[in-house]
């Protein structure tokens, strides 16, 4: 997440929009000039679940096996093997498995820049600008049964097996798709009863997301977190467990051995210091932490990663 060195101002709606730019996930997810990327995932395999965050990016979910839950702006939906999610650029939105079952799960990832037009292009200003920006009302989970399921479905694997083989053009074919995606998204808008309001509550999350990435190597106490929120400490812990499912603990720890397994990946910093950097004063509970996220230690992690 990018950072900001006046994170520290009162929060208020004016605020929150100024620095919008600044919550967003840290991860790159594309890593040349065509802004287009996947990932298979299992949970718990490769993780216990990831926590609530955003990003600018458009995001697809699509659960291939098992069953868990994905909570979008403060939304739970239960999914199960087949079932599609739509995240759009800015939503707040986490992943869990249910207990005792492994799922497996595909990300499609792109940025809007993937999709690029002249100014006065009509297909971008009435339908794409409002798509990307959240105008228009899209549908948040699509399961087996619609139509519209089963042509998004086609779509996704038709993108899977393209971006495998890469043939010459292959990224055409993907903004073809792409659109085409949207297209159906967008004349396939939820019914009124689904569409779920949302209030200051996620500008609230997200500068607290702020907050966490720019002081995340320093101690960060319930009294000072919430004192930022203005709010008491015994109802800053309420809110933050209402609507992240996690305790501010538990989620701040988490976001700290996030960013450590990223070091451990990019740096030679010994284990210790990675440690110190991420805002952990004691190295056993950092491995403790690390290791009940990643099922292996920091020092397993390490080596996996370096052979891979």
């Not at 549908?139 to 038709?158: A, F, N, P």
Request: glycine share 4%; charged share 20%; proline share 4%.
């Amino acid at each position: 997440m990018e950072t900001n060195s006046d994170s520290r101002v009162g929060l208020n709606d004016q605020a929150d929009n100024i620095n919008r730019k600044e919550l967003h996930e840290n991860k790159v997810h594309f890593q040349n000039n065509f802004p287009y990327n996947t990932y298979i995932c299992s949970i718990p395999m490769d993780f216990t679940n990831v926590p609530l965050h955003w990003h600018r990016e458009f995001e697809i979910i699509i659960i291939k096996k098992g069953s868990g839950i994905v909570t979008v702006n403060f939304q739970k939906y239960q999914v199960s093997s087949g079932d599609i999610i739509i995240a759009l650029p800015g939503s707040l939105h986490s992943i869990e498995g249910n207990d005792n079952v492994t799922m497996h799960y595909e990300n499609i990832l792109f940025s809007k820049d993937l999709l690029t037009f002249p100014e006065s292009d009509l297909t971008w200003d009435e339908f794409l600008l409002p798509f990307f920006s959240g105008k228009l009302s899209i549908r948040t989970k699509i399961s087996h049964g619609k139509k519209v399921h089963g042509q998004l479905s086609e779509i996704i694997d038709y993108l899977d097996d393209i971006c495998d083989k890469r043939p010459y053009g292959y990224q055409l074919a993907v903004k073809g798709a792409i659109m085409q995606i949207i297209y159906l998204l967008i004349t396939n808008p939820p019914s009124q009863e689904d569409v779920t309001a949302v209030d200051k509550s996620k500008e609230k999350i997200k500068s607290i997301i702020r907050y966490i990435s720019t002081h995340y190597t320093e101690e960060i106490t319930i009294d000072e977190i919430a004192g930022y929120c203005h709010y008491s400490p015994s109802h800053f812990m309420k809110f933050f467990k209402a609507h992240t499912g996690m305790s501010f603990i538990n989620y701040l720890n988490d976001y700290r051995v996030t960013e450590a397994r990223t070091m451990l990946a990019n740096t030679t910093d010994s284990i210790l210091d990675i440690s110190l950097q991420c805002g952990f004063t004691n190295l056993s509970n950092f491995n403790r932490i690390f290791k009940r996220k990643y099922g292996i230690s920091p020092r397993q992690m390490r080596k996996q990663l370096t052979e891979h």
